[in-house]
């Protein structure tokens, strides 16, 4: 078991869980900023404000890599720092670029190999009243478009880009759920699908422009992160629910991977949803197919998954099935965690990722996030915290999993990254669930201390890659 010789691995977070300073050096509003003054959206009432205030903590955060022994680091750039209002005809906070560059570039001075997302869902909050943001297919693309180039241009050192973090969560979480911003589930039936077909555009303009005329002169690379949990069928004899598992990965991950690399939505979804979901004009599809150089992997947990035998809601966004944390003999798939959503089962990593290779013909993969959150841990002392067996045991299991499916199974994985450096901003449930490899304490200056599993990355990771 071991990993390629010139494997990336290190931390991630993003720009609203950490930055806070939200009116600092120009900085516009985002729709986080607003969504979180609605009473009851945020678990506790908090925002990212503050949270850890990274943006004038980049030293200690560098040093903190430095120490852990990361020799990559995937952070998010916060667009409204960039382009306050937005759009492409407005004006670039000078302020904000620097700061990036200067991050990168201490980054780069420390031995840390910049992975830069340029989009992880904090939209100017401008544009969300100007035009209701992603919701337009003429639009959103165009002024994403503008603004990567922006960073494309101040960040020529930069050789690893994405685009977008999970439009799955953009989508889903924000036009039927609702539970994040701008938390609009009023066409639960039509927003979703309009949403994820703009994201797909905003992030092949993005990699045309890169393309076209950034790639040649940095040798970097572009692509799109995509969430997807692991799959098991709740009946393993019952052909129905071994379909609704395919099902399941199609409306996730094929959703936005098959128009990459195939050119068009999987016909499931079509079946499904007919004409609630875009078609793609001609000019669009070859916009949108091959736009990825790598790509790149979000993954938590798994579940159990059944058939339903009624006709699919107008609502559903999963492939008309139920997700479940028991199967048919009563087995449960893993422990609880503090995030109601993840439960830990590695044996689903290896399978997924060799999904995601057999069918999208073996790409390079990175892991751009995976890790947990523990249940109660916000209740526990500082000391206690940082004894976080339970996130060691985790990242133990999945990393070597990684590791097997690399190994054995031809999956083609470069790089990864843990979730997260450190306790952030964890959207709606707030400051309460902590996904951190790093205790922060708000309550003194949001010191970093970290825990034991940001200690065992290390050790771990020097002891599955490669020497040579
Ligand atoms: C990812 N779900 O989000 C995000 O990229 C991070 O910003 C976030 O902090 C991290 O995972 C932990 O939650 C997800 O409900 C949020 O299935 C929710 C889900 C999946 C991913």
Known sequence: MSLPNDFHWGFATASYQIEGAVDQDGRGPSIWDTFCKIPGKIADGSSGDVACDSYNKTQEDIALLKELGATAYRFSISWSRIIPLGGRNDSINQKGVDHYVKFVDDLLAAGITPFVTLFHWDVPDELEKRYRSLLSRKEFPLDFKRYAGVMFAALPKVKHWVTLNEPWCSSIQAYSAGIFAPGDDSRQDIYPWIVGHNLLLAHAHAVQ????????????????????????????????????????????????????????????????????????????????????????????????????????????????????????????????????????????????????????????????????????????????????????????????????????????????????????????????????????????????????????????????????
């Open 209 to 468: 422009l890169y393309r076209s005329e950034f790639k040649e002169a940095s040798q970097g690379e572009i692509g799109v992160v995509l969430n997807g949990d692991a799959v098991f069928p709740w009946d393993a004899t019952d052909p129905a629910d071994v379909e609704a598992c395919e099902r399941k990965l199609e409306f996730t991950i094929g959703w936005f991977a098959d128009p990459i690399y195939f050119g068009d939505y999987p016909s499931s979804m079509r079946k499904q949803l007919g004409d609630r979901l875009p078609e793609f004009t001609a000019e669009e599809r070859a916009l949108v197919q091959g736009s990825n150089d790598f790509y790149g992997m979000n993954h938590y947990t798994a579940n159990y998954v059944k058939h339903r035998e009624t006709p699919a809601e107008l609502n559903d966004i999963a492939g008309n099935l139920d997700v479940l944390f028991y199967n048919k003999r009563g087995d449960c798939i893993g422990e609880e965690t503090q995030s109601p959503w993840l439960r830990p089962c590695a044996t689903g990593f290896r399978d997924l990722l060799g999904w995601i290779s057999r069918r999208y013909q073996y790409p390079k993969i990175y892991v751009t996030e995976n890790g947990t959150s523990i249940k109660g841990e916000d209740d526990l002392s500082r000391e206690e915290i940082l004894e976080d067996d339970f996130r060691v045991q985790y990242f133990d299991q999945y990393v070597k999993a990684m590791a097997v499916a690399s190994s054995l199974d031809g999956v083609n994985v470069r790089g990864y990254f843990a979730w997260s450096l450190m306790d952030n901003f964890e959207w709606a449930e707030g400051y309460q669930t902590r996904f951190g490899t790093c205790y922060v304490d708000y309550k003194d200056c949001q010191k970093r201390y970290p825990k034991k599993s940001a200690r065992l990355m290390k050790v771990l990771f020097e002891s599955m890659i490669k020497k040579s």
